[in-house]
């Protein structure tokens, strides 16, 4: 069965801090793989996307992931974070189906 | 370009009540997704859309969900008779892709719902 998990619930970190969010699959076809971010009070949206090529995807706002198949892994970075970082990230797995399965989430507060 | 709209964004019912969401997806759009997120999960997805047909509602309970998008533009998400377990976010979400599987889904803001 096609999963999604994200081991960090909740992480806090101060600004100029570097992030790491785990994020591991479990799919058996080819893999399409994306981080969603919700700011709070606003829409899910799209950070970045990976389908195939490098396999370090860089998105908006100085976010970037890498894609280790080896791992089943697409773990999100940023070197150093900022006050308006904070929001809740969502990894997720899409089929060419075009169904998307989303993890638990990670809530990021970032504190100046 | 305007985004997903979705309506109401909140809505309290008691249970056994019945409740009706609304969406209007992005225009030319052909897909079109509901999402459940309960509180402390990820958003999972009830129903898809391609054009006015369902691709895949597997994950709806249908004993007490439905769902319709006719015209294959807007969409309505029914929930008769509600439970309290229903209590949760329920997105709409659009995208322009036809199963290339090449897509960004982009979502409304979502409604509210509290059951009790």
């Known amino acids: 069965a096609q999963s999604v998990s994200q081991h960090n619930h909740h992480v806090i970190l101060s600004e100029a801090a570097s992030l790491e969010l785990g994020c591991n699959y479990s799919y058996g076809g080819t893999v399409n793989l994306f981080w969603y971010v919700q700011y709070p009070g606003q829409h899910l949206q799209l950070l970045l996307k990976y389908f195939s090529g490098d396999p370090l995807v860089k998105g908006i706002k100085g976010f970037e992931a890498e894609f280790i198949k080896s791992k089943f892994s697409f773990n999100l970075r940023k070197p150093s974070v900022q006050w308006s970082d904070t929001a809740e990230y969502f990894c997720a797995v899409g089929s060419k189906a075009d169904k998307l399965i989303f993890g638990t989430g990670t809530r990021l507060q970032v504190f100046p | 370009e305007a985004g997903v709209a979705q309506s109401p964004r909140y809505k309290i019912i008691e249970k056994r009540q019945s409740v009706a969401f609304w969406c209007n997806p992005i225009s030319g759009h052909a897909t079109l997704y509901w999402y459940q997120q309960i509180l402390g999960q990820g958003p999972k997805l009830l129903i898809q859309f391609q054009n006015n047909g369902v691709v895949d509602d597997s994950q709806l309970p249908k004993d007490r969900f439905s769902a319709e998008r006719l015209k294959g533009v807007d969409s309505t998400l029914k929930i008769q008779p509600a439970k309290l377990e229903d209590s949760a976010v329920y997105l709409c979400?659009?995208?322009?892709?036809?199963?290339?599987?090449?897509?960004?889904?982009?979502f409304g803001p979502g409604t509210r719902l509290t059951v009790t």
């Open positions: 979400a659009s995208s322009s892709s036809l199963g290339s599987g090449s897509y960004e889904q982009y």
